[in-house]
């Protein structure tokens, strides 16, 4: 087992994956891929064969079992709570049933040599997030960096056409690029008018294509991604409140706090006390 936390952790050993010989509903879902031997994957019933520099992609609340698994059998892979998962679908999309069918049916996905590296690469970075001591690199980072993972699994789905012909068009384009631009400059930047002059569009414009995708508005967004900033930062002891102002990239604490207190309803010492239950 390598570091990681209760929502999320990163693995190499295969005795640690959360399906089994027997068929279940998992609690948790899992990404990895397949580092040697192979072994029979069911999900509802989907059979695939998954051999080396085969990708796995099983979502939490998904009736799966794993049958004839070779004895050299193995996985890099991480594991991801319910909890955790649908922090990072809904933070970029709008969860429907098509979705989660779709995952049924499309789990397996072979990879030549260089994006098995890629993963490999990325998990590291994941491992790292998830295992560093500082809180505000923890939860948050991890969630950022998989959005921009099953990003390109949604984007398959929608392309796909699953359900009516939809397909992966300029407004799916500009909401991926939108939100590689805040995950890049939030702390800095917080209007909307910002992220619209670098996409040359109009902050009218960026807000209807970002709601018309994900179901939020592009101010919501960028909300969002200041609020896991400042939740971590809160979460690790080790910082007062004028340590949170000053790497939240805030003017002051009585701004942080307004805009804390607006955004969840409470205030940053009350969110603090209570993360520390």
């Not at 004839?68 to 999309?93: H, N, Q």
């Not at 068009?169 to 500009?174: N, S, V, Y």
Request: positive net charge; proline residues 3%.
């Amino acid at each position: 087992m390598l570091p990681g936390f209760e929502d999320f952790t990163v693995y190499s050993d295969v005795r640690y994956l959360p399906v089994g010989c027997h068929p279940a509903y998992l609690s948790e879902g899992f990404v990895g891929v397949c580092t040697g031997g192979s072994a029979v994957l069911d999900i509802f019933s989907v059979r695939r064969r998954v051999s080396k520099d085969d990708l796995v992609v099983v979502i939490p609340h998904m009736f799966a079992v794993l049958s004839e698994k070779s004895d050299d059998f193995a996985m890099l892979f991480f594991k991801t709570s319910y909890t955790l998962f649908m922090d990072v679908l809904s933070g970029m999309c709008r969860p429907t049933l098509d979705f989660f069918f779709y995952m049924r049916q499309h789990y397996v996905f072979t990879l030549v040599e260089s994006e098995v590296e890629r993963f490999r690469n990325f998990v590291h970075a994941l491992a790292c997030k998830a295992g560093s001591e500082t809180g505000h690199i923890r939860r948050e980072s991890v969630i950022l960096l998989l959005r921009v993972f099953y990003w390109d699994i949604f984007v398959q789905f929608k392309k796909e056409a699953v359900r009516g012909g939809i397909r992966y068009g300029h407004k799916e384009e500009l909401v991926y690029k939108f939100l590689n631009l805040v995950t890049e400059h939030y702390s800095t930047n917080r209007e909307v008018s910002f992220y619209a002059d670098k996409l040359c569009i109009s902050p009218k414009y960026l807000t209807m294509v970002v709601h018309d995708v994900t179901g939020k508005s592009a101010k919501e967004c960028i909300v969002e991604h200041t609020l896991l900033e400042i939740k971590s930062l809160l979460r690790d002891a080790s910082l007062d409140i004028k340590d949170v102002v000053r790497l939240a990239r805030f003017s002051s604490q009585s701004l942080l706090s307004r805009f804390f207190r607006k955004h969840t309803g409470m205030s940053p010492s009350q969110y603090r006390e209570q993360a520390h239950l």
